[in-house]
């Protein structure tokens, strides 16, 4: 007899990235029936993950190591807690940010992104969520529900559709949301190096001339980095070792000689804003729903956000895609993705800013000023924890 293919969920989740996955595996587990399609599945070997880094790592915020941990999917290895920050003006300016002051263990955890991954997909697994590997090709809804139709030709419908797919989201664009594109005029350089002194789990990001650039500590004599800048077509041609000592000299030799143990990878800074994070039948999530500049390393933790919102919201609803549920998401989650884009815009044009007269002393006062008001600064530090 012929086993009937399943077409109707109760949501359907595009887009297996860390964020989507995490969503489905969450609703999966409130005993929702979910489907979720992928185009390229990660590996979920994880033995071969750990020969070598990934260049793409994240500092998650306590709160979302709480969610992940919940989860089940937080792993015990490969994982660096950060107990302190320095942080670095174009002039005299600093400010620390001590876990100790704010009464927690740790600020942030580093964690790679094709681990996580993978563990998250094992989960997946294990809970019987569906999957599907394939790209959309067509979506229609109406008020009740909303139909997929896949290049492999199969067809689903759902009380939802999720839109999970990434900063160049199909969904967005097939629903007709329109976005604010608007390029930092920079790119992101990131790699890994062992490094000649050991961090101590204390993370640095210098501010220099429109610049930033962040160490991120890792196990061991292992730094992963950040490097926002608009010379990155010249410093990503170089070859490992040079790469490696102009990275070092812009950190002043904070952790000495450094050695690279990753190819470096560069990516374009944009931040994103759709005009809406809903459409009939829809929500978007993660990238698709917003992009931010690296400087705050806010990108994964807003999209950690919004599945932690979006799932508390259905997870007592009867109609999981009602108007009135998705207005009360978008309301929450672009009032906070909002305020978070304009920070990180703020923090990035203020130091890029070397015309105005005094700017320059101005900043890195401020920067002072800041680090001497204990409260102030502890009020800062348990924001961007998500506390
Ligand atoms: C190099 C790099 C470094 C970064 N570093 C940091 C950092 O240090 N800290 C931080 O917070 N953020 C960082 N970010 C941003 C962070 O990676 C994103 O915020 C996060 O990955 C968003 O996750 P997501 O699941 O929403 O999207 P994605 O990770 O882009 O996942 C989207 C998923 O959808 C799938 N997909 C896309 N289109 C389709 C389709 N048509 N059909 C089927 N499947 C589809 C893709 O294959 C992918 O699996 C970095 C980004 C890059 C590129």
């Known amino acids: 007899m012929?086993?009937?293919?399943?077409?109707?969920?109760?949501?359907?989740v595009l887009g297996?990235?860390?964020?989507?996955?995490t969503l489905a595996l969450i609703l999966q587990q409130q005993g929702k029936s979910v489907l979720l399609v992928e185009k390229a599945p990660p590996t979920t070997k994880l033995t071969s993950l750990t020969q070598s880094w990934d260049a793409r790592i994240y500092a998650i915020s306590p709160a979302n190591q709480q969610l992940l941990n919940k989860l089940g999917v937080w792993p015990a290895e490969r994982v660096q807690p950060v107990s302190r920050m320095e942080v670095?003006?174009?002039?005299?300016?600093?400010?620390?940010?001590?876990?100790a002051s704010v009464k927690v263990p740790y600020l942030n955890y580093m964690l790679e992104n094709r681990y996580l991954l993978a563990r998250i997909w094992l989960a997946l697994v294990e809970t019987d969520v569906t999957t599907?590997?394939?790209k959309p090709q067509m979506i229609s809804t109406d008020v009740w529900s909303a139909q997929l139709t896949l290049e492999n030709g199969s067809s689903y419908r759902s009380q939802l559709l999720i839109g999970a797919d990434g900063a160049q989201s199909w969904l967005r664009q097939q629903a007709g949301i329109t976005v604010n594109v608007s390029p930092y005029q920079q790119q992101g350089l990131v790699a890994n190096f062992n490094t000649e002194k050991y961090h101590h789990g204390c993370a640095y990001q210098w501010f220099s001339h429109g610049d930033i650039l962040a160490y991120l500590p890792l196990p061991g004599h292992q730094i992963s980095i950040v490097w926002s800048t608009a010379s990155a077509d010249k410093l990503s041609h170089l070859n490992g070792e040079d790469f490696a000592c102009k990275v070092a000299e812009a950190g002043n030799y904070q952790l000495g000689e450094l050695c690279p143990i990753t190819p470096v990878f560069a990516f374009d800074l944009i931040?994103?804003?759709p005009q809406t994070i809903i459409s009939q039948r829809i929500a978007l999530i993660g990238d698709a729903a917003h992009t931010v500049h690296p400087l705050a390393g806010q990108g994964v933790n807003l999209g950690f956000a919004d599945v932690e919102y979006l799932s508390q919201l259905l997870a007592h609803a009867d109609d999981l895609g009602s108007w009135s549920l998705l207005r009360q998401y978008q309301r929450s989650r672009l009032l906070a993705v909002r305020t978070m884009q304009q920070g990180c815009d703020g923090l990035f044009r203020l130091f890029a800013n070397n015309y105005l007269p005094g700017i320059s002393?101005?900043?890195n006062q401020g920067m002072n000023m800041v680090n001497n008001l204990d409260?102030?600064?502890n009020q800062l530090t348990r924001q961007a924890m998500g506390l």
Request: glycine fraction near 12%; aromatic fraction near 8%.
């Open 16 to 21: 297996g990235g860390l964020i989507g996955a």
């Open 2 to 12: 012929q086993h009937k293919q399943q077409t109707d969920f109760d949501i359907i």
């Open 88 to 99: 670095h003006g174009d002039t005299n300016g600093h400010i620390s940010f001590d876990a």
């Open 375 to 377: 409260s102030l600064k």
């Open 361 to 363: 002393w101005l900043r």
């Open 271 to 273: 931040k994103r804003q």
């Open 132 to 134: 599907v590997q394939s």
